[in-house]
């Protein structure tokens, strides 16, 4: 859908794609060794140049970009930001869809975990993740410790059209419906860097954009921890988290899930072992 709005560019993030192996980052957590959560956090306060629109403005790439700008926050907070050039953000958004830059066809968009395994095998630029998991976006301690800890919240919404022409994202006057229907506008990906207790700032097309805790209840469907050594300076994330036990930790029970669901595979789908056609419960 077109926007005559100059500060909103192209939409692109398909709904929620789901995998059984996708990890849950709050069972990983042991909330006893962490560090104290602070009621408000930003990690933006660092920024030394324009955020890039990662081509996000012409195309529908909103899912590589938010990987572009989870990139440059990364990078200013442990040394010096690096903007991903934007020939690199079309080489990513070409591999997930067949996008050819010289006519334009297959602009199509991307599901934000096709966009995340991508980025964890073959990268953006030369940076990796090593691995993610998925948040419980409707608790609010959730998410905030999640951007405290991992540097900030790769997300995905599904937007209404009653966002054209508000300066801070919020759910319109008359709720949900109409032009506040979630996804009337279509979805969307972006990266969190920054909370308080009246919402939370992310960068999209290239600028800040402020919501409400209500607008981020009423529209995202689904969140994820992304963990990278980009976020690592000397072993540690900049408030001395160390990341790389909990990095081999997912990464354990991936293997393990990976060889149980061999194990199954093996078994007769008749046998009475399993039961249920061979499912796993």
Known sequence: MASTDPTIGKLGKHPVKTDTRT?????YLKREHLPEIPPVYNWIEKKKSRWGRMKNMHLRNCTCAAAGHMIQC????????????????????????????????NDNGVPALDMLKYWRKSGVYEYKIAAFASVNHHSKSVVKETVFLFGGVYVGLQLPISIKGQKVWDVPPGGAVD???????????????????RGLTCITWGKKRKMTWAFWDAYVEEAYALISDTFLKNGKTPHGF????????????????VRLSQQLNEFDPESEVLGNGGKKS
């Open 23 to 27: 990890l849950n980052i709050d069972s």
């Open 74 to 105: 990364w990078t200013m907070n442990t040394g010096d930001q690096i903007v991903i050039p934007d020939r690199h953000i079309i080489k990513v958004y070409s591999a997930l869809t067949g996008y050819d830059p010289k006519t334009g066809a």
């Open 179 to 197: 032009d506040g229907r979630r996804g009337s506008y279509g979805g969307h990906a972006v990266c969190v860097l920054e909370y308080d207790e």
């Open 242 to 257: 160390d990341l790389e036990l909990l990095e081999k930790d997912l990464l354990d029970i991936t293997r393990q899930k």
